[in-house]
């Protein structure tokens, strides 16, 4: 069974003028059915009607067995089941057999963790530029990132603070994540006198019209975004050298990982952090 040349011009043709593909994208289906023929014929089929799903699935084991990442492997079965569709359709096959394919799960990678030597020292860091500096900025830098680490909390989380959200008595803060599901989190001593600090030394030098009633503020008085927390979050781990490079949801992953390594049980954790689901912890 070979991609004939009319086979080779009908399907191009539907690609490129029904389905809207690029060049490129026409080329990459082209190369994935001849790939899929090849292989196919090598099992001696050399009919279409004689096609079937374990076929298909023997090609993607064998990309898979030749070291083919996860997300090719996806690509390519949207790829067949784009053909066995339009095959069906058409005449070419009796029945849309790829429609029963199911795409592997993406690959999971999980954020970088820092060890707790690393953050301590991530900390000291801004706790000296923000002692030095003293301007606004490095105040708040090392309340959000003390606060992250803390608490565990996420960007749009911390982004959403408002200042009624502050138990400072309690040392805790009230939380609206996923699904606006309200939480209450602890955040312990050192993120407590950081936030403190920043509310007594800080916030009131960047208060603006717009500024609201948001516990954390940019430059320009707005309710500080998730991009500048991003860029805080990095820059903090400049301390540590070696181009080091940690995301806010890192810095979250660390703090979950140090509570349990603290002797803090599974279920505790699941809760400071907002998950639905143990797994997901």
Avoid: C
């Avoid at 079965?77 to 359709?89: D, K, P, Q």
């Avoid at 500096?133 to 959403?160: F, H, M, N, W």
């Avoid at 916030?203 to 948001?214: F, I, K, V």
């Amino acid at each position: 069974m070979a991609l004939t040349p009319e086979l080779r011009e009908a399907y191009s043709r539907h690609l490129t003028h029904e389905r809207n593909l690029s060049a490129n994208s026409v080329r990459a289906y082209l190369a994935d059915l001849e790939s899929l023929l090849l292989h196919i014929n090598q099992l001696g089929i050399t009919e279409f009607s004689q096609l079937g799903l374990n076929h298909i699935r023997s090609w993607l084991a064998n990309l898979q067995s030749k070291g083919a990442a996860r997300s090719s492997v996806t690509r390519r079965v949207v790829s067949i089941r784009a053909f066995t569709y339009w095959g069906a359709r058409n005449g070419w096959l009796p029945t849309d057999i790829g429609r029963e394919l199911v795409a592997p799960k993406p690959e999971r990678h999980l954020p970088d963790v820092l060890d707790v030597e690393s953050a301590t020292l991530a900390l000291e860091a801004l706790h000296v530029r923000s002692t030095e500096e003293q301007s606004p900025e490095s105040i708040r830098d090392l309340a959000i990132v003390e606060t992250l680490y803390a608490s565990g909390i996420r960007v749009s989380e911390l982004t959403g603070l408002d200042l009624l959200d502050l138990d400072r008595e309690r040392q805790t803060l009230r939380v609206v994540g996923k699904g606006n599901k309200e939480r209450i989190v602890p955040i312990g001593n050192p993120a407590m006198r950081a936030i403190e600090n920043w509310l007594t030394s800080g916030r009131p030098h960047l208060l603006s019209e717009e500024s609201g009633s948001a516990l954390f503020l940019g430059s320009r008085g707005k309710r500080i975004d998730a991009r500048v927390v991003r860029t805080i979050v990095n820059e903090a781990m400049s301390a540590l050298g070696n181009n080091r490079r940690l995301s806010p949801h890192g810095l979250r992953h660390s703090a979950a990982t140090h509570l349990l390594e603290g002797g803090a049980d599974l279920r505790t954790v699941q809760e400071i952090l907002g998950h639905s689901s143990l797994s997901t912890t």
